[in-house]
């Protein structure tokens, strides 16, 4: 009875390949957000989407690109890793402005 | 630009003693805020938020936060910690997030 999760938990891939980070939830909310943790555990939002309809998008790279078949998944694509790229990032999903995260998925980039 | 600060990057308190973890934030309406923790290797969970109404608000584990405007801030108290405590605590405040405050409980 997870209310939102994240697959993979763990991800280690070599630079320069394409990955997919899989988000959904079960609680009905109607929008849904991607963060990035850092090394200094700051999170910052990366997308937003409500209705399937992306609404924030902090200038992130293109090669992130976020994915919502519907309203209870939103999964990040990741085009051409870079070393940067190595973070927690953190799926949730809210009503008004209280989040439900996810675990997190620890991505390594080798 | 709204911003969250959370001016302790880390805290050291021994166990039974009081706590008091700072966040400021930048907002010109009232703000929705919110204490986080984050154990380690777990997710987010959320401690306590505050929309409106009573200042002083309750939330789990025996946490309280109390959001003053005059002083732009929504500090999270406990009276008593226990070492089962230790975590990163993380204040939210619409769409932006400080940087955390690793509490680490002496024993």
């Known amino acids: 009875d997870t209310a939102v999760s994240q697959t993979p938990k763990y991800l280690v891939t070599q630079m320069g390949n394409d990955k997919s980070i899989k988000c959904e939830q079960n609680?009905?909310?109607?929008?849904m957000y991607w963060y990035k943790q850092d090394s200094k555990k700051f999170l910052k939002i990366m997308f937003s989407?409500?209705?399937?309809?992306?609404?924030i998008n902090e200038t992130v790279p293109n090669r992130f690109s976020p994915k919502s078949p519907d309203k209870a998944h939103l999964n990040l694509h990741i085009n051409s890793l870079e070393l940067g790229d190595s973070a927690v990032y953190f799926c949730?999903?809210?009503?008004?402005?209280?989040?439900?995260f996810g675990p997190g998925t620890r991505l390594t980039v080798l | 630009a709204q911003s969250v600060t959370q001016p302790d990057i880390h805290i050291t308190v021994s166990e039974g003693a009081s706590l008091e973890l700072r966040c400021n934030y930048s907002y010109g309406a009232t703000p929705y805020l919110f204490w986080y923790v984050q154990s380690p290797g777990q997710g987010l969970q959320l401690l306590l938020k505050?929309?409106?109404?009573?200042?002083l608000v309750q939330g789990i584990k025996g946490f309280e936060a109390e959001f003053k405007r005059s002083q732009s801030s929504f500090n999270l108290r406990k009276p008593s910690v226990h070492w089962s405590d230790a975590a990163e605590f993380i204040c939210h405040n619409d769409m932006r997030f400080g940087a955390g405050t690793r509490l680490t409980v002496k024993p």
């Open positions: 505050y929309f409106s109404g009573d200042t």
């Open positions: 949730a999903s809210s009503r008004r402005d209280e989040q439900f």
């Open positions: 989407y409500n209705n399937k309809e992306l609404i």
């Open positions: 609680l009905g909310h109607d929008t």
